[in-house]
């Protein structure tokens, strides 16, 4: 545990470190850039799982972004950011911590794709660090200065059995 502890603090200072050489050029400052704060739910995909734990566990997560593209003319354009995550229930819990996309095609329709490292405790308490990711969709309700939007997608991660896979319902608050 101590040194899950420790390479989780060794990422997030690397990550701060990240966004402070993050500078992006003039021509990519055409949105605000900051904070999105996600909330919700996350249905574990496996049944021993769900049967082990709780078939809805708590998820949450926070993506700063740091560099946003030009429009183009159809109005498609993407943010780059970094992301630290939550979800769990009970014991059994799994913090992403990564570089996340995601892809404007409208004011109200974008996906989100998501790369990076997660720190999960597993069914049988075993600490496991591996390859997490995930990807979805999601539907903007209010184009204005704090947009909410609903998000859908599948998140998982490798090493450990399937346990953290699963589908996602979020709200999301842009900042």
Same mark, same amino acid.
């Given at each position: 545990m101590m040194m899950h502890k420790g390479m989780l603090? %060794?990422?997030?200072?690397?990550v701060a470190g990240t966004l402070t050489l993050a500078t992006p050029v003039r021509a990519q400052e055409t949105k605000a850039q900051g904070f999105t704060v996600s909330v919700g739910? #996350?249905?574990?995909?496996?049944?021993?799982? @769900?049967?082990?734990? $709780?078939d809805v566990w708590f998820s949450a997560d926070i993506t700063y972004t740091f560099q946003t593209s030009e429009p183009t003319?159809?109005?498609?354009?993407? +943010? %780059?950011? &970094? #992301? &630290? !995550?939550?979800? !769990?229930?009970? +014991?059994?819990r799994n913090i992403p911590v990564g570089l996340s996309f995601t892809g404007y095609l409208n004011e109200q329709f974008f996906? @989100?794709?998501?790369? =990076? &490292? =997660?720190?999960?405790? @597993? %069914?049988?308490?075993?600490?496991k660090t591996g390859f997490a990711w995930s990807i979805g969709f999601g539907y903007n309700f209010n184009? =204005?200065?704090?947009?909410?939007? %609903? #998000? &859908? =997608?599948?998140? !998982? $991660?490798? !090493?450990?059995s399937d346990e953290h896979n699963g589908f996602t319902a979020m709200l999301q608050f842009k900042f």
């Open positions: 603090w %060794l990422i997030a200072i690397a739910a #996350f249905f574990p995909s496996k049944k021993a799982v @769900r049967d082990a734990t $709780q003319e159809s109005g498609y354009y993407y +943010d %780059l950011g &970094v #992301f &630290v !995550g939550f979800y !769990g229930s009970g +014991d059994v996906y @989100r794709a998501t790369a =990076g &490292v =997660g720190f999960a405790r @597993r %069914l049988n308490n075993d600490d184009a =204005g200065t704090t947009p909410i939007a %609903l #998000f &859908v =997608g599948y998140s !998982g $991660q490798t !090493g450990t």
